[in-house]
């Protein structure tokens, strides 16, 4: 899927509009009511606008007074964050004792040939662009894991957590606990350096990723993960990896997050009808009906192809893209295929997918059974280099092996 960001979309929609005008007009509701009265009494009264009533100037009085005080407080808010801010302010990984009471592993991939060692719970939306290509790396390099699948609405398989974005994990550390790790490319990078010296300790190989926050251009504060695109090979560079193959995978797995997967949500929910057809295609894909009871399914899939729908619009917006959305996203593709075909290789990272193949996979499989992808693949020729990295994916990933959801009716 695009990003489903359905959490975002009905946060967006509702929750932070709902909780400003709250906070900026706290009278509003009772203004409304009030508002929608005085029409009513005045359609009743036959068309003529009754004077409003002495309760009704009051509430407007109130709903002013209201929008005043909330402006500025959020203005006093903006300005105290600013000054009580360190710039470039760390925080290490954060680390839990063991995993989560109640969890609800959904399934597992399980790989017999893993000597990896690590013990790894992904929490995860399976249609959502940065957990598929969690997902697509850890496949390739064969690595077992166990998957929570998250309400996207609800999300109380991640209410312990206090980043509420996934993709999650938790990997267990050497002394048990479990260090905790967000952001797909911090994800990845973390794994990839693990992997590269099964000796160090994951929760002392996570220290190098810590969350860093910064002001943005319009002065809002913004969190990060420091290094992400970085691994860290200290003094283990493996014998075929040179400055050049590391600034290219650098440099296409930035563009996958920062260019990419924007142009999915402006595609894939680009009218109600194709944002309700992609809703339904991540419904089966993520197997919604096993792992939720039908009416959460439902709202799932209903409210998020509405909220989507309009949350694209203003990314749309955001992104600068043109109506023509498809047109952008056939750029992009272009954009590698020409690069992959300048470098005569048949990936990226040569004979086998690199970080930036799976990075640009993973993104791309979101919408697999997308509208967009199928006019994509007619379009472009992104189809050979992709299903040629699905099949080596495909190839090293673990068996599936489904958990017993406890509480949860399977949907007739
Ligand atoms: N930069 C993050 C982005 C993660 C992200 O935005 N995830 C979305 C799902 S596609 C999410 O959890 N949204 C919920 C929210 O924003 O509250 C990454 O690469 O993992």
């Not at 694209?312 to 498809?326: C, F, G, I, P, S």
């Not at 799976?358 to 006019?375: H, I, Y």
Request: include cysteine; charge should be positive; aromatic fraction near 10%.
């Amino acid at each position: 899927m695009s990003c489903f960001r359905l959490a975002t979309a009905l946060n967006a929609v509702n929750n932070q509009s709902l909780r400003l005008l709250a906070k900026r007009t706290p009278n509003l509701s009772l203004a409304r009511r009030q508002f929608a009265n005085a029409v009513l009494e005045s359609s009743s009264s036959g068309g003529k606008v009754k004077k409003p009533n002495g309760t009704f100037k009051l509430t407007l009085l109130g709903a002013c007074i209201g929008a005043v005080a909330g402006s500025t407080y959020t203005i006093y808010t903006r300005i105290n964050d600013q000054n009580s801010h360190k710039e470039h302010e760390r925080t290490p990984p954060n680390v839990v004792e063991s995993l989560p009471a109640g969890l609800r592993i959904t399934k597992r991939y399980i790989n017999p040939k893993d000597t990896s060692g690590l013990d790894i719970v992904l929490f995860q939306f399976q249609t959502c662009p940065f957990c598929c290509k969690v997902r697509a790396y850890l496949d390739y390099m064969g690595v077992s894991y166990s998957v929570v699948e998250v309400d996207a609405v609800l999300r109380q398989d991640i209410r312990w957590s206090s980043v509420k974005k996934v993709p999650m994990v938790l990997i267990r550390q050497q002394d048990g606990q479990y260090v905790q790790m967000t952001d797909s490319s911090a994800i990845i990078s973390l794994v990839a350096t693990v992997l590269n010296d099964k000796r160090a300790d994951v929760g002392e190989l996570a220290q190098f990723y810590p969350q860093i926050s910064y002001f943005d251009d319009d002065g809002k504060k913004r969190l990060d993960i420091m290094n992400k695109y970085f691994l860290m090979y200290q003094d283990h560079t493996p014998k075929n990896m040179t400055k050049e193959i590391e600034e290219n995978e650098r440099k296409w797995r930035t563009w996958a997050d920062s260019h990419l997967v924007h142009l999915i949500s402006p595609n894939c929910y680009q009218t109600l009808a194709e944002s309700l057809e992609t809703f339904e295609w991540f419904s089966k894909e993520g197997e919604w009906d096993v792992y939720f009871p039908k009416w959460e399914r439902n709202l799932m899939v209903y409210c998020g192809a509405t909220a989507m729908w309009l949350i694209a619009k203003m990314l749309k917006r955001r992104h600068n893209l043109t109506d023509d959305v498809r047109s952008h996203m056939y750029d992009a593709l272009h954009k590698w295929t020409t690069d992959l075909k300048k470098r005569n290789t048949k990936f990226m990272g040569g004979k086998q997918p690199g970080l930036s193949d799976l990075a640009v996979f993973g993104v791309l499989s979101s919408m697999e059974g997308c509208q967009t992808f199928k006019d994509c693949l007619q379009d472009t020729n992104i189809g050979k280099w992709f299903y040629d990295v699905k099949e080596v994916v495909q190839k090293n990933r673990g068996q599936l092996r489904r958990e017993r959801i406890v509480g949860v009716e399977p949907a007739a």
